[in-house]
């Protein structure tokens, strides 16, 4: 199993500038998430998907759409970066609920100029 | 919102010597994780805590769970340069969501 992988693992975007970063997952998980993680705030939970079809917001939403069509894919699309976004972007899935242990892909390092 | 509090932000450390990071929830939890972080790496799992003081050990790591379920801590026995990285605690009340801590980074100075 490839586990949980991540496209692009950098990117530079201007002001303005739309992406979407690439998660996928061949564990059949149906839980998955997306985390930035910026020094001394820890990981902050943007979007989660409890199961394909179904998306939610996390602590730190705006600026920032998912979808969730297929259980593989999770992607996580900026419409219009902001310097604000500069961050670590990390994708993770787990079986089910909270009590599984969850896996993290290798990580975005995103910067907007 | 819920919070979980870590501390301490940093800690160096002489290899050989101890470490301890703590963790502190506004709320009672159900449930809580411990991850490990890699310089440049992604988070990984290392074990999880479910009952009111509980005390788990793996090798040189003692985990344990406060007894009214709202801390945790990581204690590290003679650490070594293996042991570098960043420690994250997470916690969930019992829904789907993992609430996760400032996390410690730990330095060991061989």
């Known amino acids: 199993n490839a586990g949980v992988t991540q496209t692009p693992k950098f990117q530079v975007l201007k002001t303005g500038q739309s992406m979407t970063l690439q998660c996928a997952q061949d564990?059949?998980?149906?839980?998955m998430s997306w985390y930035r993680q910026d020094p001394g705030m820890g990981l902050r939970l943007i979007h989660y998907?409890?199961?394909?079809?179904?998306?939610d917001q996390g602590e730190v939403p705006n600026g920032y759409n998912v979808s969730r069509s297929t259980t593989e894919d999770f992607p996580l699309r900026l419409l219009s970066a902001a310097p604000s976004q500069t961050s670590v972007y990390f994708c993770?899935?787990?079986?089910?609920?909270?009590?599984?242990?969850?896996?993290f892909g290798p990580g975005t390092r995103l910067t907007v100029t | 919102g819920q919070q979980v509090m870590q501390i301490p932000q940093y800690q160096h450390v002489q290899e050989g010597e101890d470490f301890t990071t703590y963790c502190n929830s506004s709320?009672?939890?159900?449930?809580i994780q411990w991850y490990k972080q890699r310089p440049g790496g992604h988070p990984v799992f290392l074990i999880q805590?479910?009952?009111?003081?509980e005390v788990k050990k793996q090798k040189r790591l003692t985990f344990q769970f406060g007894e009214a379920k709202k801390n945790s801590s990581l204690h590290i026995t003679a650490t070594q340069t293996t042991d570098v990285g960043t420690y994250f605690c997470?916690?969930?009340?019992?829904?789907?969501?993992?609430?996760f801590g400032t996390g410690t980074r730990l330095t060991v100075i061989p």
């Open positions: 997470a916690g969930s009340t019992g829904a789907n969501n993992l609430f």
């Open positions: 709320t009672t939890l159900s449930n």
């Open positions: 564990m059949n998980h149906e839980y």
């Open positions: 805590l479910v009952k009111s003081g």
């Open positions: 998907s409890v199961g394909a079809g179904i998306t």
């Open positions: 993770a899935s787990r079986k089910g609920g909270a009590q599984y242990e969850q896996y």
